[in-house]
Every structure is written in structure tokens, then in C-alpha cells.
Nanobody, 116 residues
Framework: QVQLVESGGGLVQIGGSLRLSCTAS????????MAWYRQAPGKQRELVAA???????DVVRSVRDRTTISRDNSKNTVYLQMVDLKPEDTGVYYC??????????WGPGTQVTVSS
């Protein structure tokens, strides 16, 4: 099993930036892609960005110009950096890992609130 813990959320001003971290423990050797999802109030959870073990990234078009995903395999940690935050970026941000055994693991989530 893989355990995930996200950190870095909180209240951010419009136009500000954030850096989220997600650290994995447990069966980390089985990890493949790590990804960030978010869920806004009343909406479905959606993918924000993903990164493979080799470092190949994919960021959804709606935030691509202001979002960076990165990964430190030595620390079993994935990061999400976003700039120029907007109120629509508000939501719970979740880290997800998929593994070579085709099992997905989710973190508990971290709240991000963008407000003036």
C-alpha cells in the first residue's frame, strides 16, 4: 500500500501563488504516475496535472500557462506550483498515485481558497 500526505494549502489572495507538496510512504517502489486533482464546491473532481516516474508531464489546458508539476523521486514527493491564482482555483486538491499493480491511491486532500 501507498500512503499519501498533502501539504501547502490554505488561504491565498487573488493573483497570488501556491506550492503544494505530496509525500508518499509505504510501497513507494511500485509507484508510477503521480498526479494532482482538484474538486471545487459542487463540482466533480478534475485532473490538474500529472507526472510520470521518468518526469514526463501533462498539465490540463485550462491552467497550463500558470501551473508546473514536478517530482523528486528521492523524496517520493510531487509538487504543484500555481501562479496568478483565481477564485475558480478554489477547491480541495488531491494527490493521486497509480502503481504498477494497477491500484490507485489518493491522499486526504488539502483545501485551497482563493479570495480577496
Amino acid at each position: 500500500q501507498v500512503q499519501l500526505v498533502e501539504s501547502g494549502g490554505g488561504l491565498v489572495q487573488i493573483g497570488g501563488s501556491l506550492r503544494l507538496s505530496c509525500t508518499a510512504s509505504g510501497d513507494v517502489i511500485s509507484m508510477n504516475t503521480m498526479a494532482w486533482y482538484r474538486q471545487a464546491p459542487g463540482k466533480q473532481r478534475e485532473l490538474v496535472a500529472a507526472i510520470t516516474r521518468a518526469g514526463r508531464t501533462d498539465v490540463v489546458r485550462s491552467v497550463r500557462d500558470r501551473t508546473t508539476i514536478s517530482r523528486d523521486n528521492s523524496k517520493n514527493t510531487v509538487y504543484l506550483q500555481m501562479v496568478d491564482l483565481k477564485p475558480e482555483d478554489t477547491g480541495v486538491y488531491y494527490c493521486k498515485v497509480d502503481t504498477v499493480s494497477l491500484v490507485d491511491y489518493w491522499g486526504p486532500g488539502t483545501q485551497v481558497t482563493v479570495s480577496s
